[in-house]
């Protein structure tokens, strides 16, 4: 007769639903990311520049009491105290440093690696004996990155506002606590296509030292190129090819902060930004379902 | 859900010009299964559609009744331990393997004190805390083990999972292996250390070139292989002189001396051949030492069957024999745990 071992039993208790999953890859993800120093350096440093724009506000709130009747003088003083008047253009460049040098290095340190890591590590073969699927591994492996990053821009961004809405003229609360709104639909746009494309970039090989190379190249030389080209023929459109500055232009139509000497628009940059999202989120999704155990 | 089995039916498994799996059919109940085969044979290929993450391009893999692929309640049943050495280094092994447990959909206590048990089962116990890094490759075999039955599993697919093993750790996964199997698991056991399968089993699944050669007990397959020349090995003190009296016996294809004391016949009527030497030891007063057939061990029917396999490539007269003993292995094959 067979022994049978009393030990050990099929589970008949309670399962959680399988699209709880995400979640559970979500948090694993999102520890992953902050173990590498890129992120925590970032997630330190990245509140300098709100406290610089605090001080700032409360150094015109202190200098225009002491004005009279409490208004900024006309001409160039106007532009220097201008952040309590018309903050967008402040909270625009808030966006602008928070972007280049803090985001960066967080899709530089959770993104731009994190599905070659998985490759390297033959992560799949474990995830995907589980009930997971590659939607899922995606939206967790995104999620983590956009959490982080989004982080970094909104928060920031909300308590400039906020700082600037306590600081300012009764009379322009309301219109200035208004900005709120195209800070938090920037800081998602900043965060999701950035954050997707970074994840992308990172499939696109099982280096990861040559995904996160790839993705710096992606971020500066078109930015540097088409900088360098304006600059000596003042011609804006090789800025289409930048990332960022078609995140850019989108932020200065959010904040009204459009330079009137360029001729790219938010609605040249806006199909781009679509199709290079969708384009990063094909490629990741093509990559990890090719990968050897999902087909 | 349905019982406890696997079931493949005319799979087929091809990665652009190159045929992993052509046209498996079988059938496993509960029970241990060694699916043995050369490197490049399919098994992993086979492992990875049973499990759920490959699709066949043509046939069906049927897991306790239902298709793996995609299906979240199927994939619950199944527990996978990958043959490739590669885990987040970065990570303990009850992080590793409480994750993997919460992924089976378990709460997050309970799937730490899952994960611990299952890392203690495997003898990991006071190195759960430790970093997988620092593990060495039997303790990192034991953790993939110990991810694989976190969630208690019924169907249990180990890709090569004693590969690089040491006695201790061999030991610790093999009694594991016999516990689930006993308690009513079926565990598929890929390996091409055959001494290891001849310790679980003799229950093996023999895979060449993409085929399952043959499916069954040991003793089984043989018995569908009488065309297989029989090697008969005799030791004793005259062995020149007891090859001289059997040679002439009808069924004798080839004898072979090996050394002054050793002899070994090749024949196609065993009955007849062991009679005859029996009867030429008897009447030559022979010294015998022993009488032995290296065909019965695991490694040459595998040897065996995988040059025919080769040689014959789906065609000609061995590919209708290895049909033949496909189609009927399924019905001697199928059994409880040994």
Redesign the interface.
């Known amino acids: 007769m067979?022994?049978?071992?009393?030990?050990?039993?099929?589970?008949d208790?309670v399962?959680?639903?399988?699209s709880?999953?995400t979640y559970?890859?979500l948090g694993?993800a999102m520890r992953?990311a902050w173990?590498s120093w890129l992120v925590k350096i970032a997630v330190f440093l990245g509140w300098i520049p709100l406290v610089v724009y605090l001080i700032k506000v409360m150094f015109v709130y202190w200098l225009m009491s002491k004005l009279e009747g409490g208004r900024p003088p006309p001409g160039e003083a106007a532009d220097a105290l201008g952040i309590l008047t018309d903050p967008g253009e402040s909270i625009r460049n808030l966006f602008n440093y928070q972007v280049w040098a803090f985001v960066t290095l967080i899709t530089l340190g959770a993104g731009s690696g994190t599905i070659a890591e998985d490759f390297?590590?033959?992560?799949f073969?474990?995830?995907?004996?589980?009930?997971?699927?590659a939607t899922q591994y995606l939206l967790a492996r995104t999620g983590a990155t956009a959490i982080f990053s989004f982080m970094l821009t909104f928060i920031p961004a909300l308590i400039l506002v906020l700082g600037i809405v306590v600081a300012a003229d009764p009379s322009l609360r309301l219109q200035h606590f208004g900005l709120v709104l195209p800070a938090l639909f920037y800081s998602l746009l900043i965060s999701s296509v950035l954050s997707v494309m970074a994840v992308a970039t990172s499939s696109i090989s099982k280096s990861r030292a040559l995904t996160m190379s790839a993705w710096i190249v992606l971020l500066i030389v078109p930015q540097s190129i088409a900088s360098l080209v304006s600059a000596i023929g003042n011609v804006s459109w090789f800025y289409l090819a930048s990332p960022p500055a078609l995140l850019g232009l989108v932020g200065d139509a959010l904040f009204k902060t459009v330079d009137t000497e360029h001729l790219v628009r938010w609605y040249h940059a806006a199909p781009l930004l679509i199709a290079l999202t969708a384009g990063s989120i094909w490629l990741a999704n093509r990559r990890v379902r090719n990968a050897e155990?999902?087909? | 859900m349905s019982d406890v089995s696997v079931r493949a039916v005319r799979v087929s498994k091809w990665y652009g010009k190159v045929t992993a799996l052509q046209e498996v059919s079988l059938h496993l109940e509960p029970g241990v299964w060694g699916l043995l085969g050369p490197n490049g044979s399919g098994k992993t290929t086979f492992m990875r559609i049973i499990a759920g993450q490959m699709q066949p391009n043509l046939g069906e893999v049927r897991v306790c009744g239902v298709k793996p692929f995609g299906n979240v309640e199927a994939l619950r049943r199944i527990g996978l331990c990958p043959e490739a050495d590669a885990m987040y280094d970065e990570l303990t092994g009850l992080e590793f393997v409480t994750a993997m447990a919460r992924l089976s959909g378990y709460g997050k206590s309970e799937a730490s004190d899952r994960a611990a048990a299952s890392l203690s089962a495997f003898g990991l116990a006071d190195a759960q805390d430790r970093k997988i890094g620092g593990y060495s490759r039997g303790m990192r075999q034991r953790a993939k083990l110990a991810q694989c039955v976190v969630h208690e599993p019924d169907v249990l697919l180990l890709d090569e999972p004693l590969t690089g093993t040491d006695p201790t750790s061999r030991a610790v996964i093999l009694d594991q292996i016999r516990q689930r199997a006993n308690a009513g698991a079926l565990v598929l056991f890929s390996t091409h250390v055959l001494h290891e399968v001849e310790a679980l089993t003799d229950q093996v699944l023999l895979i060449a070139r993409g085929q399952v050669v043959a499916q069954g007990r040991v003793h089984e397959i043989r018995d569908l292989l009488e065309e297989h020349p029989h090697h008969i090995r005799v030791v004793c003190d005259r062995a020149r002189e007891l090859a001289a009296r059997v040679l002439m016996t009808s069924g004798i294809v080839g004898v072979r001396g090996l050394s002054d004391h050793t002899v070994e016949f090749e024949s196609v009527d065993p009955d007849t051949t062991y009679t005859s030497i029996a009867t030429a030891l008897a009447q030559g007063a022979f010294n015998v030492s022993s009488i032995t057939s290296p065909d019965a061990t695991l490694e040459a029917l595998f040897h065996y069957l995988v040059e025919r396999g080769s040689r014959g490539a789906g065609t000609g007269s061995d590919a209708e024999i290895g049909s033949g003993m496909r189609s009927a292995a399924p019905t001697s094959g199928a059994g409880g745990p040994s």
């Not at chain 1, 067979?2 to 589970?11: E, H």
């Not at chain 1, 390297?120 to 992560?123: G, I, L, P, Q, S």
């Not at chain 1, 474990?126 to 009930?131: L, V």
């Open positions: 067979t022994v049978r071992d009393l030990g050990y039993r099929a589970y208790g399962r959680l639903p399988a709880r999953n559970v890859l694993h992953r173990g390297t590590h033959k992560a073969q474990f995830y995907f004996a589980k009930p997971v699927t155990v999902i087909t």
